[in-house]
């Protein structure tokens, strides 16, 4: 049977401007950070046969849409490019999609994926799922969520609050020593299966019930962060935006702030500077920034500054980290427990992040090496391991191969018994940096790119 040329992918095609092999390395890099690794073959071969007609399979066509809406600007689903399948889940419906039930199916699917190995039935990380909910949406949230019928004969206490807090800063100490990959099962399993039931329970008062939203909240987004640290994008992305929508139902606005400005982070880790640059400027007003604490206002302030340096803005950007420097300097002890790690060197590390995609390498380094010195390496050795190998990155572009082999050394050494996506992007990183200067670095080099390689296969 003949095929029938697909005109619908062919235009939305030609208005990227795009060759057909762009548009294969473009799905390549989506098919990437969402662990297709079947598509990761992915060639110019592939898209002309779509475009001539055969139907691409399995997660491809969602791979495929989220591509060209990165490019395009705008959602592009299957039904645009010829494809009538069902869309993945996600993209902005997602903040109309009752909170229990988008929970409840996220929870199940994930401990799927941990216990059987299997992918999340949704493709990549959506960048159409990134635009924000209007005013209106804010406002009715905790409206909503006060209507909102139990379903359970069970009445909720102070106890059963506790319990989860506890549980978060437990999960939250051993990610930041041991990577988002170490006891995520466990955390997500606690989530789906002890903290989320409790909200569709009965609640004593309003206040009791403000206080578990803000818990699950809280548990929920570091969910999101574990599978941030892990690579694993789009539930991370979900996590992230279950989060919000708990903190938004318990009013807690200084909490939806701090979960916004994890996914600005996500974003500008991912390439997706305008998108980060919302966000941020989401977590930014009077509403969350406003009301937070003056450490978490230091946080939300940086991570501006770090958006405002992917998308260019030299003078935003070094305005904004004045005033998280200001702010953090104003910080005392009633900071909730959630940033209990931001301080002096973390504050140095995302400086000299910014200052760094600015392509201020010397300031970086000054920043970097600060962190390096000020930061309490036993309890936050995922965030020191990560530190060393961007400032071994930022002395190389400087000519120091020497100084950045040894940096790099002291990265893998703090590497051991991490378990993060993260850390494993910075040994990669490093691979790349050696590459074309491995034939003039001597036996030091390659001794560290084989002791890299062999990390690679324990540490992710």
């Not at 297709?36 to 475009?51: C, D, F, K, N």
Request: hydrophobic fraction near 40%; glycine fraction near 8%; proline fraction near 4%.
């Amino acid at each position: 049977m003949a095929r029938t040329r697909n005109e619908m992918l062919a235009a939305r095609i030609a208005e990227t401007g795009w060759s057909q092999p762009r548009v294969a390395a473009a799905m390549l890099r989506v098919a990437q950070e969402a662990g297709a690794t079947e598509l990761y073959g992915i060639s110019r071969s592939h898209i002309a046969m779509w475009v001539q007609g055969t139907r691409p399979s399995g997660r491809a066509p969602h791979i495929l849409c989220e591509t060209l809406t990165r490019k395009l600007g705008r959602p592009i689903t299957p039904t645009d490019i010829g494809l009538e399948l069902t869309q993945a889940p996600g993209g902005s419906s997602e903040w109309s999609v009752d909170t229990l039930t988008m929970l409840g199916e996220l929870g199940s699917d994930e401990l799927d994926m941990l216990h059987r190995r299997k992918m999340l039935t949704s493709a990549a990380y959506s960048v159409a799922a990134l635009a924000l909910p209007g005013t209106s949406w804010w406002e009715k949230a905790p409206v909503h969520a006060r209507k909102r019928p139990p379903a359970s004969a069970r009445t909720v206490t102070m106890a059963d609050i506790d319990d989860i807090r506890q549980t978060t800063a437990f999960y939250s100490a051993r990610d930041q020593q041991r990577g988002g990959g170490a006891g995520r099962s466990a955390l997500v399993a606690h989530l789906s299966l002890e903290a989320a039931p409790l909200l569709s329970a009965r609640f004593p008062n309003e206040q009791t019930r403000v206080d578990l939203h803000s818990a699950v909240a809280e548990m929920t987004y570091l969910a999101g962060w574990t599978a941030f640290d892990a690579s694993e994008h789009r539930a991370a992305q979900r996590y992230f935006t279950l989060a919000v929508k708990l903190a938004a139902e318990a009013g807690d606005g200084p909490l939806a702030g701090h979960v916004l400005r994890a996914m600005a982070h996500q974003a500008v880790d991912l390439g997706h500077p305008q998108q980060a640059l919302d966000l941020s400027a989401a977590s930014m007003e009077p509403t969350r920034y406003g009301k937070a604490s003056w450490r978490e206002k230091a946080l939300l302030g940086i991570v501006h500054a770090r958006a405002l340096a992917a998308s260019g803005d030299r003078s935003g950007t070094l305005a904004a980290i004045s005033r998280a420097e200001r702010d953090l300097g104003r910080a005392a002890g009633d900071a909730p427990t959630r940033v209990g790690f931001f301080a002096e060197a973390s504050l140095a590390h995302e400086t000299a992040c910014a200052l760094r995609d600015l392509g201020d390498t010397r300031d970086a380094e000054i920043h970097f090496q600060r962190s390096v010195a000020t930061r309490r390496r036993q309890l936050y050795t995922r965030t020191h391991s990560v530190t060393l190998g961007y400032l071994a990155t930022v002395q190389v572009r400087q000519g120091r191969l020497d100084e950045a082999c040894h940096t790099w050394t002291q990265a893998l050494d703090a590497m051991t018994d991490v378990h993060s996506g993260r850390a494993r992007d910075v040994i990669v990183r490093m691979q790349r940096d050696l590459s074309p200067v491995r034939r003039r670095g001597g036996r030091s080099v390659t001794e560290l790119g084989n002791r890299a390689q062999e990390m690679l296969r324990t540490i992710g």
